[in-house]
């Protein structure tokens, strides 16, 4: 992508390492004159302002879905125990928030913030550097 952004050109009789070099410098003077933030930093943002739109409406439907957890309702009428599948665990939309509660919130969940939004926005760095530290190892 960004090379059709930089403006890719194959010059007849050109070598295939000079044509990628030459691409390399533009893309490399396109991404200085538009920089781009790195993808794990885009999606810590994009997650945490999800997170602050659904403590925004905290009586919503989406709020409760996202709290309701299907082990603690389980009883004798259940068929089965809700689980994970084995093998290598997925991560859920929101682990990464709920580690981030975990570490930076003296064990809080991040869903109580609801009544206290400043104090969530004011977090949102620290969320970004912990995605990008959880990324990276």
Request: hydrophobic content about 40%.
């Amino acid at each position: 992508m960004l090379r059709s952004i930089a403006g890719w050109v194959r010059v007849e009789g050109e070598d295939w390492a000079d044509t990628m070099r030459r691409m390399k410098i533009r893309v490399t003077r396109a991404l200085d004159a538009f920089p781009v933030k790195p993808w794990s930093e885009q999606f810590a943002h994009r997650q945490f302002i999800f997170a602050t739109r659904l403590l925004q409406g905290a009586r919503t439907w989406t709020l409760k879905a996202v709290a309701w957890n299907p082990t603690a309702t389980t009883n004798e009428n259940t068929p089965c125990n809700p689980h994970r599948t084995p093998g290598r665990p997925r991560r859920r939309w929101d682990d990464f928030l709920t580690e981030f509660a975990a570490e930076h919130l003296a064990n809080q969940d991040w869903t109580t913030f609801e009544n206290n939004l400043q104090q969530w926005l004011l977090r949102q760095q620290s969320f970004a550097d912990f995605i990008k530290a959880k990324m990276t190892t």
